[in-house]
C-alpha cells in the first residue's frame, strides 16, 4: 500500500513556474511508475507525465514537452514536477499517481492504483 501526499501547487500568471512534490510512504520498496495527472473544470482528467526507474524512462503528453520536467529522488521516495512557462490551459488540479510499472500505459487513469488528494494549479493571464 502506498499514500502519495502532494504539495507546491499555487497561482501564478503566464510564463511563470511552479515546482510540485509527491511524497509516497508505506510500502515503498522496488521500482514504481509514479506520474502526475491533471483535470481542469468540466474536462476528463488527462495523463501529463510520469517517470520509471527511478527517472530513467520518462513520459510526456505533447502538450507539456519542452516545458515540464519530471524526476524522481529514490532516496526520499519523492517525485517533482518542475512546471515552466506556464499557460492558462495548464490550470487543473494535479495528482500524483503511482503503481508498480507503467507497463506502456502510463497516460491511462486505469493503470495506477495509488493516488494522491491532488494539489490546485492556477495560471492567470
Known amino acids: 500500500y502506498l499514500q502519495l501526499v502532494e504539495s507546491g501547487g499555487g497561482s501564478v500568471q503566464t510564463g511563470g513556474s511552479l515546482r510540485l512534490s509527491c511524497a509516497a510512504s508505506?510500502?515503498?520498496?522496488?521500482?514504481?511508475?509514479m506520474g502526475w495527472f491533471r483535470q481542469a473544470p468540466g474536462k476528463e482528467r488527462e495523463a501529463v507525465a510520469a517517470?520509471?526507474?527511478?527517472?530513467?524512462?520518462?513520459y510526456y503528453a505533447d502538450s507539456v514537452k519542452g516545458r515540464f520536467t519530471i524526476s524522481q529522488d529514490n532516496a526520499k521516495n519523492t517525485v517533482f514536477l518542475q512546471m515552466n512557462s506556464l499557460k492558462p490551459e495548464d490550470t487543473a488540479m494535479y495528482y500524483c499517481?503511482?503503481?508498480?510499472?507503467?507497463?506502456?500505459?502510463?497516460?491511462?487513469?486505469?493503470?495506477?492504483?495509488?493516488w494522491g488528494q491532488g494539489t490546485q494549479v492556477t495560471v492567470s493571464s
Open positions: 499517481v503511482a503503481d508498480t510499472g507503467c507497463w506502456g500505459r502510463w497516460y491511462e487513469v486505469a493503470a495506477f492504483g495509488y
Open positions: 508505506g510500502d515503498t520498496s522496488g521500482n514504481f511508475c
Open positions: 517517470s520509471y526507474s527511478g527517472g530513467v524512462t520518462t
